[in-house]
């Protein structure tokens, strides 16, 4: 085969640019186009097709970035739940106060800061760690975003669960005090978390709420239908929605409630 002619190589070299454009614009993702709160795990070793001499990308790997901050910490008891999770380094969020339960923390809502580490978790494996963490009696896992930016998902509890419980001004569990300085009301924190947790108490009474209930009409059935709801632990309709007082919404389905109701006559 001859040399080329000066056409014939201007048009190779004109293909051959319109190759690159095309692998580098249009031909794969890259790093700086993906959106901010996607998360992929790339390869390092990123092979070469050999024929046209294009870059190839692993498969994207999906995930769910986890706050962890307290017995799923790395060096704790369970974090071994957390195998196979990439870990990326500690992080810390506002917003938030942390209690110490004895075994366990518990962040609520609050003014401080809470410290912890964060794990990008298989979004298949989400449902087992809501499980773990006793959702949605014991915690409500929700969105946050850290103060570095990263957006995670979180376990909170509410101010009820730990209102006798001693708050970690640290912001991290376990505590650095002593074993011998730790106040005596934990044992009665962890017990009346746990009671709460428990199928309503006797001094409700589910009968004449319902009554009431069933009554009623417009913010009233629904502040007492939500009032059902919590007694007898129901599931909300929407996850982690909450009704406040000034504008009350319904968090129970009807259906929900009358089944509640009929049951415990």
Known sequence: MGPLS???T?????????????????GSMNRETLPSESLFRFSEDL???????????????????????????????????LQGARAEGEGSLSGAVLHDLGPFPMAVPGQGVVHGEVFVVP??????????????????????????????????GQARQVRHSPHLASGRWPST??????????????????LAALPAAAAYD?????????????????QLGNQIGAENR????????????????????????????????
């Open 10 to 26: 201007r048009r190779s070299a004109e293909s051959d640019d319109g190759l690159q454009e095309d692998s580098l614009d249009g």
């Open 123 to 156: 979004a298949t494996r989400m449902a087992e760690l809501d499980r773990f963490e006793g959702v949605p009696r014991l915690y409500q896992r929700h969105r946050r975003r850290l103060l570095d930016g990263r957006w995670v998902w979180i376990y909170l």
């Open 177 to 194: 005090l002593p074993r011998s300085t730790a106040p005596p009301k934990k044992l009665l924190a962890l017990a009346a978390l746990l």
């Open 234 to 265: 129901l599931s909300k309709s929407r996850r982690f929605q909450e009704s406040p007082a000034e504008a009350p919404v319904e968090l129970y389905s009807v259906i929900d409630l009358r089944r509640a109701c009929d049951e415990r006559r």
């Open 6 to 8: 000066p056409a014939e």
């Open 206 to 222: 589910n009968q004449a709420t319902c009554a009431a209930w069933r009554s009623s009409h417009g913010t009233a059935r629904i």
């Open 47 to 81: 092979p070469s097709d050999s024929e046209h001499g294009r870059t190839l990308r692993s498969h994207a790997e999906p995930g769910e970035r986890v706050f962890v901050y307290g017995s799923l910490q790395r060096g704790q008891r369970n974090h071994g739940l």
